[in-house]
């Protein structure tokens, strides 16, 4: 009922229902924004874009239903044309991850989000050997090639890097058995 009240003050403009739905829904649609982008500043250029098209298409919302469904597909579409402006205009450097999938649940997109800030929490060095494995698909061979390290740096860098991420990560097997 709370819902309902809030989307009909949202529909008619009211700057605090506006600030309430963004309050509650706002971490949500930057995490899908961020699954799909991966990178923060788009990220948040596409949550301001999201609650501005909701504004915007408001009267069309029915008031009875969860805001949050529609939100994210917002957000998602919003996510795809950024993703499409970035790539005609690459600003990244080459060797970033190219994020394209989608989420299809916000389970998914919540694990995704822990992963993506696990990653970050790594150093650098390791972030990268892991980045050049899993997102580039390079074996150790061709990581040590493009970074200039041997081999046995790579391996040990990679090691250490996928321990520290299951220690970091270890709450996700712990939810997922619950």
């Known amino acids: ?5 809030l989307m009909l ?12 739905l963004y309050n509650e829904f706002g971490r949500a649609v930057f995490v899908v924004a961020l699954r799909a982008l991966g990178d923060r ?6 949550v301001q874009v999201t609650f501005l098209n909701a504004w915007r298409a408001a009267e069309r919302f029915e008031t009875g239903r969860d ?9 998602r579409r919003v996510a795809i044309d950024l993703y499409r402006r970035e790539r005609r205009h690459p600003s990244a450097p080459e060797n970033e991850p190219e994020i394209a999938v989608l989420p299809a649940s916000f389970e998914n997109t919540w694990q995704t989000w822990e992963i993506r800030n696990a990653l970050d929490q790594l ?3 390791e972030r990268e050997v892991v980045q050049a494995s899993h997102y580039q698909g390079l074996t150790h061979a061709e990581i040590s090639q493009r970074l200039g390290v041997p081999i046995g740096t790579v391996k040990s860098r990679s090691h250490r890097a996928h321990r520290r991420l299951a220690g970091l990560l270890d709450h996700l097997r712990e939810e997922a058995s619950a």
């Open 1 to 5: 009922m709370a819902t309902n009240r």
């Open 9 to 20: 003050r949202f529909r008619s403009g009211d700057p605090e229902a506006v600030r309430q």
């Open 41 to 46: 500043s788009l990220a948040e250029e596409a």
């Open 67 to 75: 805001p949050g469904p529609w939100l994210y597909a917002i957000a």
């Open 123 to 125: 150093p650098p060095d």
